[in-house]
């Protein structure tokens, strides 16, 4: 971060932001001014550059045909890359987590490379499309109160070495593996399946992200009482038989 | 066209009578219109009934992501200029809802066919439209429904070759793919605010450019067809350049952009623009949207708005702060059970009203506003929410479930 304004890049919402997934950026927008940060928001198309100088780059989920069109554009442009060499944070969802990966499937049946950022690889899943509420215990290293979301997808998303998943599902399929894992994270790259928007219902996540960026330990405390009282109807929700 | 000699098998003659049967026990037992029911029992002794039923009709097919139930209204309405209309009027809009309630009607000249986005190719195979009125697409219901542009494709494979007249809007790009592989298309310039799926060129995956009205792709071409039909301002431009005022009970910019298809379409049947317009002001609340009711001392406007498409149209025509709002969601099987969309409606645009939320889903609702930075409280039903407003005027907007929960509570 420089002249003491965060620069938060939303990427693409021509092709991923069918899920409300300009709820993610809304939320670290909202949380970082809270804070008293002056904040940049930056909407990037993709027939634009990806700026390298961004603090948190926010990337979100969509259909299967503009998910190859983001990637083939994000790997033409190579932005991306460069922003996460300089320290950048990046946030991703459903689709997005699978560009960040190093490939997918795409909309035409083929394997389709990723950016590598994330040591992921998805593949379509044999069964039916994962529909319905997530609960999920949150890596312990990072110190965050269960996960819950929304999930819609088809994919099942293979971490490698060197990803860690970013939480162990309760409830739900997550990354759709058989081994109950959700999501990938390395130092400051993230991915999940979980929209809901996910930052709307899990706001300690998006306040991690403002401390990775900022490089601080922690933040001034927020009113969060409605998303406490959501998250507990939510949790609650997905605990009952459906 | 309408037939002077019985179109109908016995087997057909049957099966409307059996579906007429079911459908009044089920109404006896309680349990609605019973159209839908008595429709598919009709549908199961005679696969073809639909088809039939169709065949000495004038049929026009109405299909939409918003507005369909409102625009089958307007044209039904329209057309009665011309003779008898059957219509689903109440939105029953699946293939036994239709069937129901063309079977209920023997003596109707026109049918006019609200269908389900989903259902249009199959409805159109089988019913041999003369008109076909497309109006809009967008994000409804993702976690059942089809994605956005596979619908938009879905039509486009169904229409292909259609003999119908095609009447679409020119103003959404993923409604002129639809209809561009018709032969007989009439565009109607209707607007349309909601712009975030149609981004990405249908044709081809370029990124759209939107100057102004305008819309093309910067790669393939693909661009907005020259309009002959126009919605323009408080009137429709008919493809002579003549400007037609429009009056509606019905409020705001998409029920005017209704009117400019309807006109549109009551001119493929040879009903002039300005008898259609005159015609359709006799509709007033649809399935009682846009009623005005009286609600301990308050007057509620009932607003339905089901996806963002909807929110945003339903935002610009309401009256100003400070007359206050309710917002009522739920996220029950008919709405979709994912309420993400609300992240795609502006709630910036409400600052200055007094705001209650209630519904199933007013936790996900006050998170909303909170990041939107609107002041707001958080109801635990429609009587407590009233109660904080002061006499006047009040503006409940809610999606599909908890519109019909609100009708339930006021005796609408």
Request: aromatic share 6%; with cysteine; glycine share 10%.
């Amino acid at each position: 971060m420089s002249d003491n304004q965060l620069r938060v890049v939303w990427i693409y919402p021509d092709l991923l932001s069918t899920y409300g997934d300009q709820g993610n950026v809304l939320v670290v927008e909202r949380r970082a001014r809270q804070r008293g940060l002056d904040v940049a928001r930056l909407d990037v198309r993709s027939d634009q550059a990806i700026p390298t100088s961004g603090d948190i780059y926010l990337i979100g989920g969509g259909e299967d045909r503009p998910q190859r069109l983001a990637a083939e554009r994000l790997r033409r442009d190579g932005g991306l890359h460069r922003a996460v060499e300089n320290g950048a944070i990046v946030f991703s969802v459903c689709a997005g987590y699978q560009i960040l990966g190093h490939e997918f499937i795409n909309d035409l049946g083929q394997r389709e490379p990723g950016l590598g950022l994330l040591d992921v690889v998805s593949v379509r899943g044999e069964g039916d499309r994962c529909v319905g509420d997530v609960l999920a215990d949150i890596d312990p290293r990072l110190g965050l109160p269960p996960l819950t979301g929304f999930e819609n997808h088809q994919g099942v998303t293979h971490l490698g070495p060197t990803a860690r998943p970013l939480a162990k599902v309760k409830l739900g399929n997550g990354n759709g593996t058989g081994d109950g894992t959700e999501g990938a994270y390395n130092d400051t790259v993230f991915g999940t399946y979980m929209h809901g928007p996910v930052l709307a219902r899990n706001p300690l996540i998006a306040d991690l992200l403002l401390k990775l960026a900022l490089d601080v330990n922690a933040l001034p405390p927020t009113d969060d009482r409605w998303y406490e009282a959501l998250r507990n109807e939510r949790i609650a929700a997905a605990q009952q038989p459906a | 066209m309408a037939g002077n000699s019985d179109p109908l098998t016995p087997r057909a003659k049957l099966a409307v009578t059996a579906g007429k049967a079911v459908a009044a026990a089920s109404r006896a037992a309680g349990r609605g219109s019973g159209s839908v029911i008595g429709g598919r029992v009709a549908l199961k002794l005679d696969p073809d009934l639909l088809a039939r039923l169709a065949q000495n009709l004038d049929v026009t097919l109405v299909s939409a992501t918003n507005g369909k139930t409102t625009t089958t209204r307007l044209i039904a309405e329209a057309l009665r200029a011309a003779g008898p209309v059957v219509s689903n009027a109440l939105g029953a809009n699946m293939p036994a809802g239709i069937t129901s309630a063309l079977a209920g009607s023997s003596d109707a000249r026109f049918g006019v066919i609200e269908v389900d986005e989903k259902y249009l190719a199959g409805v159109a195979r089988d019913t041999d439209p003369k008109c076909i009125a497309l109006l809009n697409l967008s994000r409804d219901q993702l976690d059942r429904a089809a994605e956005t542009r596979m619908l938009a494709e879905n039509w486009r494979e169904g229409l292909a070759g259609s003999k119908a007249v095609i009447v679409a809007n020119a103003d959404d790009p993923l409604v002129v793919w639809a209809a561009s592989s018709s032969p007989n298309v009439i565009w109607v310039a209707a607007g349309q605010m909601w712009k975030d799926d149609a981004w990405s060129c249908p044709s081809c995956g370029g990124v759209m450019q939107r100057p102004g009205d305008d819309w093309f792709c910067g790669e393939c071409g693909f661009r907005r067809p020259t309009p002959s039909w126009a919605l323009s301002g408080d009137h429709v431009l008919d493809p002579h350049g003549s400007a037609w005022p429009i009056h509606l009970q019905l409020p705001g910019r998409a029920n005017k952009a209704n009117a400019a298809s309807s006109a549109a379409v009551a001119a493929v049947f040879g009903v002039p623009p300005q008898v259609a317009l005159e015609r359709m002001y006799q509709v007033q609340a649809v399935a009682g949207r846009y009623d005005v009711v009286q609600f301990q001392q308050r007057d509620l406007r009932l607003l339905l708005a089901k996806n963002p498409a909807g929110w945003l149209e339903t935002f610009s025509l309401i009256d100003p702060p400070p007359t206050p709002v309710i917002l009522s969601v739920n996220a029950r099987g008919a709405d979709g059970t994912d309420t993400s969309w609300l992240w795609d409606v502006d709630y910036t645009r409400l600052t200055g009203h007094p705001i209650c939320v209630i519904g199933d889903r007013k936790l996900d609702l006050a998170v909303r506003l909170e990041v939107a930075n609107q002041h707001f409280q958080v109801c635990d039903d429609l009587d407590q929410a009233v109660q904080l407003c002061p006499p006047g005027r009040i503006e409940v907007i809610a999606n599909y479930t908890a519109f019909q929960d609100l009708r339930r509570r006021v005796g609408n």
